[in-house]
């Protein structure tokens, strides 16, 4: 597995972690996860994942809005937690990472959806992002 993608499944599930744990302390929960995974969190790895992980966190009132928006009828609240982290993530390198092609955005995220989530997860993930990067014009 390439550094990049390590690092994405690691910013997915430290966004997990983060969902389901109502915690006030943000930037604590984040330490407590990079300590619990610092074997997999490597010097090429963790740059990268810090990067997605304080990037979604920061545009999250950005993004959100546009998942909504894209997903037609579906409330980010009532989507699955593993499929809006993907697209958090995904939808944050669409935004702000114009040194990462569209097309490798959205493929490494329909992957990941697939892995970590259901059969379905794959089109619904791949279809809001393509609206959002139509929208955005990448």
Not at 23 to 51: I, W
Not at 54 to 75: C, F, H, R
Not at 83 to 112: G, H, K, Q, W, Y
Request: aromatic share 8%; glycine share 4%.
């Amino acid at each position: 597995m390439g550094d990049r993608r390590q690092s994405r499944e690691l910013a997915l599930q430290a966004l997990f972690f983060l969902d389901m744990n109502s915690s006030k302390d943000v930037p604590a929960d984040v330490e407590a996860f990079c300590l619990e995974n610092e074997a997999d969190l490597t010097p090429t790895v963790r740059p990268f994942f810090m990067d997605l992980v304080q990037g979604v966190l920061t545009a999250m009132d950005k993004i959100d809005p546009m998942l909504e928006t894209y997903s037609k009828n579906w409330k980010v609240s009532r989507m699955p937690v593993v499929d809006r982290n993907i697209m958090r993530i995904a939808a944050f390198e669409l935004l702000e990472r114009p040194d990462i092609p569209p097309s490798v955005t959205i493929n490494e995220a329909v992957d990941i959806a697939k892995k970590y989530s259901t059969r379905e997860s794959g089109s619904f993930v791949n279809g809001i992002l393509d609206r959002i990067r139509l929208s955005i014009g990448r």
